[in-house]
């Protein structure tokens, strides 16, 4: 249990002690400054511990935002101050400064503003303060009567239970979410947390809804269609709903991080697979159309990612194009078509679900790939527009993010030692794309099996190598990583589709789903602060272009083999998967990462 230490007995007529009680506080009371260092010494080290004025007047949601989120070490407001773990040994030394100061003045008791003072002083001792946009919500620390009354009147003039109702939903989503989902999934978040359903098990819940909608949709049947596409809007509800629990409640952690991050990519894909399978028991063989889907969304995701980790952090970081989209932000209506034209995830599942449930699989994949594909086109020339204009001076931190989301392995890294050059500016996307159209080209253009394709894939290997030997800091450099997904997966996809054996495409379907996992756990992993896989992992999958150049081998060795091609896609995916499955399992779970939550962005 958390331990709240008010620095003093409460105000007649307050509810500070109740309202601290039912947050699950186990509260006391410090006379003096002695006492308050002497209680909170006591308290367990791993355990959360408040400091709160006895005067303090506000809202219990209030309250909560300052002493229960869990994903901050330190957070304050007005008249309150809270210290995890990791912030407590810098509290302890801001209260026994504060001690040492009213001991010598004679008093012995605690200064008016002391948990002002103490956060200022975390602040000073580098242990970052939280401190909660409370908008509407009232934190305060009245000094007479009067105040005190006028404070109360504010209280009561504000229902803070609307304002957690409001603020549990995204700040910022598409608009589906916003309009046809958040008005009333907000309420199944509250019914979710007056029940003790965590986030997790929503979660979870969403996860299984989803993966029977791929099952119904595997059936072939119209009924199937439909009861599929009816529970995937259900399982989206769901999606939603764990987010707003989480924020509702305020129950981060960092499994839920893990979860929420990797579960919405897994019922995607299960669900394009189910739609698949479908297609096939009606004669309709639509893999290579789900395969596309999948690889265009994953080399989508990797630009979003690759272009904020290169530029969250950049100085000078100003552009014409970007004053130009904020210019547009401040006409309602563009910000709606803006968000709707990039088919993020409410507007992709509700088209998927209703076209599932009204049409066939092939009109579903090729609905996405064109939807997809346009909002793609969209959004990386913005990019490239932006990074063109602007001046921007990339961090250190930014090149390494690039270069461990390039997922270069043993022979790229390799080829990079020899041409490295300290100091000298590298032009990494001109490697990296003319290594990506040369191996494309050959796969696209040479029989499936020529050994040309082979020679291909060895210069993409030099050139991938090369790309990388200098930091990823020119202005177009985040488009590295994009390009080494696409020539990858697209590699995969089309020497399965032009084998002879009949089922290299669901198997090439499993390989691209293991790969894809592990580069959105590598972009999970940077986001959380923890960097990149360990290097025995990516040495172990081999690296972009060592699957790549395998896998090219493995055709020209194996093309007129009957089914050993898709035999060792299979067993490629399943070793893939089992590997980065394992190790990722144990990092989210063991290693206490921080939590990662996506506010901003739409999937």
Same mark, same amino acid.
């Given at each position: ?71 901050? &070490?330190?957070? /304050? !407001?007005?008249? #309150?101050? $809270?210290?995890? +773990?990791?912030?407590?040994? %810098?509290?302890?030394?801001? =209260? ?113 809804? &989803?993966?029977? /909608? !791929?099952?119904? #949709?595997? $059936?072939?049947? +119209?009924?199937?269609?439909? %009861?599929?596409?009816?529970? =995937? ?116 599942? /509700?088209?998927?679900?209703?076209? $599932? ?129 696409? /020539? ?80 060792a896609l299979t067993a490629m995916a399943v070793a893939v998967a089992l590997v980065v499955l394992v190790e990722s399992i144990r990092f989210w779970v063991s290693s206490g990462a921080p939590a990662v939550h996506d506010e901003g962005e739409t999937a």
């Amino acid at each position: 249990m958390s331990t709240a230490i008010l620095t003093g007995p409460p105000a007649p007529g307050s509810s500070l002690d109740g309202d601290l009680r039912s947050l699950g506080f186990d509260v006391r009371i410090a006379s003096g400054a002695e006492e308050a260092s002497a209680l909170l010494a006591a308290v367990p080290a791993g355990e959360r511990v408040a400091l709160v004025d006895p005067r303090f007047v506000g809202h219990v949601h209030a309250l909560r935002l300052t002493l229960t989120d869990p994903r901050f &070490a330190a957070a /304050a !407001a007005p008249g #309150a101050l $809270t210290a995890q +773990r990791e912030a407590r040994p %810098a509290l302890a030394r801001a =209260l026994d400064a504060a001690s040492a100061t009213t001991g010598a003045a004679g008093t012995g008791t605690l200064t008016d503003g002391l948990t002002d003072a103490l956060a200022d002083a975390l602040d000073a001792d580098g242990v970052a303060v939280h401190r909660p946009q409370l908008g509407t919500l009232v934190a305060t620390v009245p000094t007479d009567a009067e105040a005190r009354h006028e404070a109360r009147a504010a209280v009561d003039a504000v229902d803070d239970e609307a304002v957690r109702l409001r603020s549990a939903v995204k700040a910022h989503d598409g608009f589906f979410t916003t309009f046809f989902i958040s008005p009333y999934s907000r309420y199944i978040a509250r019914w979710c947390a007056r029940r003790g359903l965590t986030p997790n098990q929503v979660t979870t819940a969403s996860l299984l809804t &989803a993966l029977i /909608a !791929a099952g119904c #949709a595997a $059936t072939g049947t +119209r009924g199937g269609y439909v %009861a599929a596409g009816v529970l =995937l809007l259900v399982s989206f509800v769901l999606d939603c709903t764990d987010g707003q629990l989480a924020r509702y409640a305020l129950k981060y952690s960092t499994m839920g991080a893990w979860l929420d991050a990797t579960f919405d990519r897994a019922k995607e894909y299960a669900f394009y697979a189910g739609l698949a399978l479908g297609a096939a028991r009606n004669g309709d063989d639509v893999w290579a159309l789900a395969l596309g889907a999948m690889v265009l969304m994953t080399c989508r995701h990797v630009v979003d990612f690759s272009f904020n980790e290169a530029n969250h952090d950049a100085t000078a970081n100003t552009s014409p194009t970007a004053a130009l989209s904020s210019r547009l932000d401040g006409v309602g209506w563009t910000v709606w078509a803006r968000r709707m034209i990039i088919l993020p995830i409410g507007e992709r599942w /509700a088209m998927i679900a209703v076209l $599932t449930a009204f049409t066939t699989p092939r009109i579903v994949f090729w609905a996405l790939i064109v939807g997809c594909a346009f909002g793609a086109c969209y959004t990386t020339a913005g990019r490239v527009l932006r990074s063109l204009t602007r001046k921007a001076k990339r961090t250190d931190r930014a090149a390494q993010a690039l270069a461990d989301l390039a997922d270069s392995g043993p022979l790229a890294r390799f080829i990079a030692r020899i041409f490295h050059r300290p100091g000298r500016r590298g032009a990494g996307v001109v490697f990296a794309a003319f290594a990506t159209a040369g191996l494309l080209f050959a796969v696209l253009t040479y029989p499936f099996g020529d050994r040309q394709t082979v020679i291909a894939a060895i210069g993409y290997t030099i050139f991938a190598g090369v790309a990388v030997a200098q930091p990823l800091k020119g202005a177009l450099d985040w488009l590295v990583p994009p390009l080494f997904r696409a /020539a990858e997966y697209t590699t995969v996809l089309v020497l399965a589709a032009r084998s002879d054996s009949p089922h290299a495409l669901p198997a090439a379907f499993g390989l691209v789903a293991a790969v894809a996992y592990h580069h959105y756990d590598t972009v999970y992993r940077i986001r959380g602060g923890t960097g990149a896989p360990p290097a025995w992992l990516v040495r172990v999958t081999g690296g972009h272009e060592g699957r790549t150049l395998l896998v090219t081998v493995l055709a020209a060795l194996l093309a007129d083999r009957g089914d050993d091609f898709t035999l060792a896609l299979t067993a490629m995916a399943v070793a893939v998967a089992l590997v980065v499955l394992v190790e990722s399992i144990r990092f989210w779970v063991s290693s206490g990462a921080p939590a990662v939550h996506d506010e901003g962005e739409t999937a």
